[in-house]
C-alpha cells in the first residue's frame, strides 16, 4: 500500500459509510461485505478523499456507492483496467475494486491474469456468491456443477472456475479467502490485503439469499468453515497453497493461502524507478511511460 502524508488520521468505520442506503436484498451476504471493508479501512487510517473505489456491474459492484471513498460503478468486467489507470494516474492514492464472481471470472476473466502478471498495489475483492444474482439467477463461472437455476433446469454440465486457483496459478502475490459469517476475519483479511504492496486478492463467499444455492448460505457456511491459521498452514508456502486452494467448493477455508515473503516492486513503483534513472543517465524518458505519470 502506498503511504500518505495523512496516514496516521485515526478513523472510524462509520466514516466510511456513505449517506446511500443499500438495496440490496434483506440478508444479502454483501451487507456484511461493505461492513468489513469499513473496519478495514477504518484500521488502515487513510481518509476517504484518499481512497478510490472502483466495480464493475453487479449486485456486489453496488459497493463504492455505500463508501465515502471516491467511487466508480464502472462497465462490466473492466473494473480491473479502469482501477489500474487510476493507479497508474496517481499512485499516492489507495485503490480497491470489487465485483462479483461473473463480473470478475467470466466477462472480466481476460483482465484478471494481466492485472495479476502487472502487479499494480491495489485490492481486488470478488464477491462469489456462484450466482449471477443481479440478472435474476443464472449460472455464472463459479457455479457448481450440477447446480439447477433459470439457466440450466437440469443442472449445470460445466466445472467451476476456481477462483484461488486461477490468481495463484498467474503468480498472484496475496490470496486470500474469507466469509460475512466471520466478519471479524474477514474485515482483518481486508485489511492485510490493503497493506500488501502489490496485487492483493481476497475471494469473498458472499451469500446470494434469493438465487443462491442452500449450500452457499451463511448457516451453511459457519458449519463448513475452517481456518487456514488454525490448521496451522504457512501463508509463504506457495505449492502447499495451490494444494489447499483445489478443495475450492469443497471445503470453505478462510484466512491468507498465500502471501509473499518478499514481494517484488510494483509495476507503478518499477516505473517511476525506471524514469528516474533513465534522467540520472542523461538518456530521454520513455514517452509511453511518461504519459502514465503525473504532471
Ligand atoms: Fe444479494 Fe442475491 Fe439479492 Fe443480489 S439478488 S442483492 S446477490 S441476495
Not at 478495514?40 to 465515502?68: D, K
Not at 467470466?106 to 464477491?127: F, N
Not at 498467474?170 to 466471520?182: L, M
Request: hydrophobic share 35%; glycine share 12%.
Amino acid at each position: 500500500m502506498s503511504m500518505s502524508p495523512s496516514a496516521s488520521v485515526e478513523l472510524a468505520p462509520k466514516d466510511f459509510k456513505s449517506d446511500l442506503k443499500p438495496i440490496w436484498c434483506p440478508g444479502c451476504g454483501d451487507f456484511g461485505v461493505v461492513q468489513a471493508i469499513y473496519r478495514a479501512l477504518a484500521q488502515i487510517g487513510r481518509p476517504p478523499h484518499e481512497i478510490a473505489f472502483v466495480s464493475g456491474i453487479g449486485c456486489s459492484s453496488r459497493i463504492p456507492g455505500y463508501t465515502t471513498a471516491y467511487g466508480f460503478n464502472s462497465v462490466h468486467g473492466r473494473a480491473l483496467p479502469i482501477a489500474q489507470g487510476i493507479k497508474m494516474a496517481n499512485p499516492d492514492i489507495l485503490v480497491l475494486v470489487a465485483g462479483g464472481d461473473g463480473d470478475g471470472f467470466s466477462i472480466g476473466g481476460g483482465h484478471v491474469a494481466h492485472a495479476v502478471r502487472r502487479d499494480l498495489d491495489l485490492t481486488y475483492i470478488v464477491m462469489d456468491n456462484q450466482i449471477y444474482g443481479l440478472t435474476k439467477g443464472q449460472l455464472s463461472p463459479t457455479s457448481p456443477r450440477g447446480l439447477k437455476t433459470v439457466s440450466s433446469t437440469f443442472g449445470s454440465l460445466e466445472a467451476p472456475v476456481n477462483p484461488l486457483q486461477y490468481v495463484l496459478g498467474y503468480g498472484g502475490g496475496f490470496v486470500a479467502q474469507g466469509t460475512p459469517a466471520d466478519m471479524a476475519g474477514l474485515a482483518a483479511i481486508i485489511e492485510e490485503a490493503i497493506r500488501y504492496p502489490g496485487f492483493a486478492f481476497v475471494n469473498v463467499q458472499s451469500p446470494c439469499v434469493t438465487f443462491g444455492h442452500p449450500e452457499s448460505q451463511l448457516k451453511a457456511q459457519k458449519a463448513m468453515m475452517q481456518s487456514l491459521e488454525a490448521m496451522g498452514h504457512d501463508p509463504t508456502d506457495r505449492l502447499r497453497a495451490m494444494d489447499l486452494a483445489r478443495d475450492y467448493g469443497v471445503k470453505l477455508y478462510t484466512g491468507v493461502f498465500y502471501r509473499d515473503p518478499e514481494p517484488p516492486p510494483s509495476y507503478d513503483s518499477q516505473i517511476r524507478a525506471r524514469q528516474a534513472e533513465l534522467q540520472g543517465k542523461g538518456l530521454p524518458r520513455e514517452r509511453i511511460l511518461d504519459s502514465f505519470l503525473p504532471r
